[in-house]
């Protein structure tokens, strides 16, 4: 539900979004365009959304209309898919809500959010989610030639020589130049800021003059772009998953090196005391995983029958597999019957780990999902280039996952779109007041550091540091955490009881 298991591309979870601006974007509060009608109909989704009549209480379906460029709203447009899940009692306001990515669908994840949640935040909101430019329901990106994709060579998401990184780098390139060539107005205008003022013509269309923002991961960087643009259109928000605006790329990947291995440990150490099939001591279990990588990049599992493009499982394959099962413990302790079958030549368990996370076998393929991936980051994030010593201090600080990690951080120089850069601004002492920060102890993907830095980036914002491994915590049955979001959203609260909060 979350992005913990809505990973879309093996080195897509590893580039968390590095938040910043986008040209344009001033202190000024943008002009958003007039308000539009919703016309809601029952929920449903693929050739059923939209499909039947509305009905309080289940998801309802609509479109929005939004301008391709603020810059110049007649130029063209985009239709973005919105679903709605009407308050259970009073209505109290609207909350957004977004599951992460960039690229990951949000309407078709609302009703299970919705279900998870108490019900005194689904009497007091209506629960509104929509699908990003190029997502989901919301349309795509055309980015490549089916015919081009029997052509492609396979990437190595893991290099491990300056050939194999070039031949990365290339196919990201292409990947890039397919998307300008067959629909460049879009390819320019997929970063953050666009849809932070997507987000505002939806408030407009939705009559309400303050959102309220649930938003996981990714989704935090929205958040704070919109909070940032619209100040005076925001009245709460949570993040859950922090990412600080204005980091590099290499900055972000060093911080995520040394909690993605200390992830790993948390992991390991719970899967010896549970006895598994991996060894009787964390230390043990780690080896395992690092000699199954070992062995991967020696001889990959074959996958039959699978696409040309993917024909294998091999070490890069597998890292970013176990880097995103970490994302949750349930998926993680699938790992030892993973590695199992595969020390067996059978790749079958690992094909259903990975297509449970949306994660395709391992490589950067010329896909829809991935134009729009690497369309957001790569707009959004400033184009630095990564030196030597910064990739081995991201190779040292994690041996299991350092490669991948410094390889992601280089990746956005070969885009071919001209970036927009997000500001990192420090946002007003009234936004922090009503801000909620929520933050794992050991998560893979958003570190403990980044939320402590967000923090400080929002005056007077409370942070709510939750004692477990794996990404985001609200309304995932952890007690003290549903009631300390439940509690700030409807009456207001930013001060949990508890600054900490642990599993019971």
Same mark, same amino acid.
């Given at each position: 539900?979350?992005?913990?298991?809505?990973?879309?591309?093996?080195?897509?979870?590893?580039?968390?979004?590095?938040?910043?601006?986008?040209?344009?974007?001033?202190?000024?509060?943008?002009?958003?365009?007039?308000?539009?009608?919703?016309? &809601?109909?029952?929920?449903?989704?693929?050739?059923?959304?939209?499909?039947?009549?509305?009905?309080?209480?289940?998801?309802?379906?609509?479109?929005?209309?939004?301008?391709?460029?603020?810059?110049?709203?007649?130029?063209?447009?985009?239709?973005?898919?919105?679903?709605?899940?009407?308050?259970?009692?009073?209505?109290?306001?609207?909350?957004?809500?977004?599951?992460?990515?960039?690229?990951?669908?949000?309407?078709?994840?609302?009703?299970?959010?919705?279900?998870?949640?108490?019900?005194?935040?689904?009497?007091?909101?209506?629960?509104?989610?929509?699908?990003?430019?190029?997502?989901?329901?919301?349309?795509?990106?055309?980015?490549?030639?089916?015919?081009?994709?029997?052509?492609?060579?396979?990437?190595?998401?893991?290099?491990?020589?300056?050939?194999?990184?070039?031949?990365?780098?290339?196919?990201?390139?292409?990947?890039?130049?397919?998307?300008?060539?067959?629909?460049?107005?879009?390819?320019?205008?997929?970063?953050?800021?666009?849809?932070?003022?997507?987000?505002?013509?939806?408030?407009?269309?939705?009559?309400?003059?303050?959102?309220?923002?649930?938003?996981?991961?990714?989704?935090?960087?929205?958040?704070?772009?919109?909070?940032?643009?619209?100040?005076?259109?925001?009245?709460?928000?949570?993040?859950?998953?922090?990412?600080?605006?204005?980091?590099?790329?290499?900055?972000?990947?060093?911080?995520?090196?040394?909690?993605?291995?200390?992830?790993?440990?948390?992991?390991?150490?719970?899967?010896?005391?549970?006895?598994?099939?991996?060894?009787?001591?964390?230390?043990?279990?780690?080896?395992?995983?690092?000699?199954?990588?070992?062995?991967?990049?020696?001889?990959?599992?074959?996958?039959?029958?699978?696409?040309?493009?993917?024909?294998?499982?091999?070490?890069?394959?597998?890292?970013?597999?176990?880097?995103?099962?970490?994302?949750?413990?349930?998926?993680?302790?699938?790992?030892?019957?993973?590695?199992?079958?595969?020390?067996?030549?059978?790749?079958?368990?690992?094909?259903?780990?990975?297509?449970?996370?949306?994660?395709?076998?391992?490589?950067?393929?010329?896909?829809?999902?991935?134009?729009?991936? &690497?369309?957001?980051?790569?707009?959004?994030?400033?184009?630095?280039?990564?030196?030597?010593?910064?990739?081995?201090?991201?190779?040292?600080?994690?041996?299991?996952?350092?490669?991948?990690?410094?390889?992601?951080?280089?990746?956005?120089?070969? &885009?071919?779109?001209?970036?927009?850069?997000?500001?990192?601004?420090?946002?007003?002492?009234?936004?922090?007041?009503?801000?909620?920060?929520?933050?794992?102890?050991?998560?893979?993907?958003?570190?403990?550091?980044?939320?402590?830095?967000?923090?400080?980036?929002?005056?007077?914002?409370?942070?709510?540091?939750?004692?477990? &491994?794996?990404?985001?915590?609200?309304?995932?049955?952890?007690?003290?955490?549903?009631?300390?979001?439940?509690?700030?959203?409807?009456?207001?609260?930013?001060?949990?009881?508890?600054?900490?909060?642990?599993?019971?």
């Amino acid at each position: 539900m979350k992005l913990r298991s809505s990973v879309v591309l093996a080195l897509a979870v590893t580039l968390v979004m590095t938040a910043c601006t986008s040209p344009g974007s001033d202190s000024a509060t943008p002009t958003t365009p007039p308000a539009q009608a919703l016309g &809601w109909r029952g929920g449903g989704h693929g050739e059923a959304f939209q499909a039947g009549a509305a009905v309080k209480g289940a998801p309802e379906c609509a479109y929005l209309t939004v301008p391709t460029d603020y810059a110049h709203p007649t130029a063209g447009h985009q239709s973005l898919a919105v679903t709605r899940v009407q308050a259970g009692g009073r209505r109290q306001g609207v909350l957004f809500v977004n599951p992460g990515g960039p690229g990951a669908p949000a309407t078709s994840m609302l009703k299970a959010l919705v279900g998870a949640m108490p019900s005194e935040v689904t009497d007091a909101f209506d629960i509104v989610a929509m699908d990003p430019r190029a997502v989901g329901e919301s349309g795509y990106l055309s980015c490549t030639d089916p015919q081009a994709r029997s052509r492609t060579t396979p990437l190595d998401a893991t290099p491990e020589d300056p050939t194999e990184l070039a031949t990365l780098k290339d196919g990201l390139t292409r990947l890039g130049a397919s998307c300008a060539q067959r629909q460049p107005s879009l390819v320019a205008h997929l970063g953050t800021a666009d849809f932070a003022r997507d987000l505002d013509t939806l408030r407009s269309a939705l009559g309400v003059e303050r959102l309220d923002l649930l938003t996981y991961s990714y989704g935090t960087v929205l958040a704070y772009e919109y909070a940032r643009l619209f100040p005076g259109r925001l009245h709460r928000m949570v993040l859950d998953g922090a990412v600080v605006p204005g980091r590099t790329p290499a900055v972000r990947a060093l911080a995520k090196a040394s909690t993605s291995e200390d992830t790993l440990y948390q992991f390991a150490t719970a899967c010896a005391d549970e006895k598994c099939s991996l060894g009787s001591t964390a230390d043990a279990v780690i080896g395992a995983v690092r000699a199954m990588q070992r062995t991967l990049e020696r001889a990959p599992v074959t996958i039959p029958g699978h696409d040309p493009l993917r024909p294998a499982v091999d070490a890069g394959a597998f890292t970013a597999v176990v880097f995103s099962a970490l994302y949750s413990p349930d998926l993680a302790f699938e790992l030892p019957a993973v590695m199992h079958a595969l020390g067996k030549g059978d790749p079958a368990p690992f094909v259903a780990l990975s297509d449970k996370l949306e994660n395709s076998p391992g490589h950067v393929a010329n896909s829809v999902v991935n134009g729009v991936f &690497w369309g957001t980051s790569c707009l959004d994030e400033p184009r630095t280039e990564i030196t030597p010593g910064a990739r081995a201090a991201i190779d040292d600080a994690s041996e299991t996952f350092g490669v991948l990690l410094a390889t992601s951080a280089e990746l956005c120089g070969s &885009w071919p779109v001209p970036a927009q850069p997000l500001v990192g601004t420090t946002l007003s002492a009234d936004v922090g007041a009503r801000t909620l920060i929520v933050s794992n102890a050991s998560d893979p993907a958003t570190p403990r550091s980044e939320a402590i830095a967000l923090r400080a980036r929002i005056p007077g914002s409370a942070l709510l540091e939750v004692d477990i &491994w794996g990404h985001t915590a609200t309304f995932e049955g952890l007690s003290c955490v549903d009631a300390a979001v439940t509690t700030f959203l409807v009456r207001g609260d930013s001060r949990p009881a508890s600054r900490t909060c642990s599993p019971d």
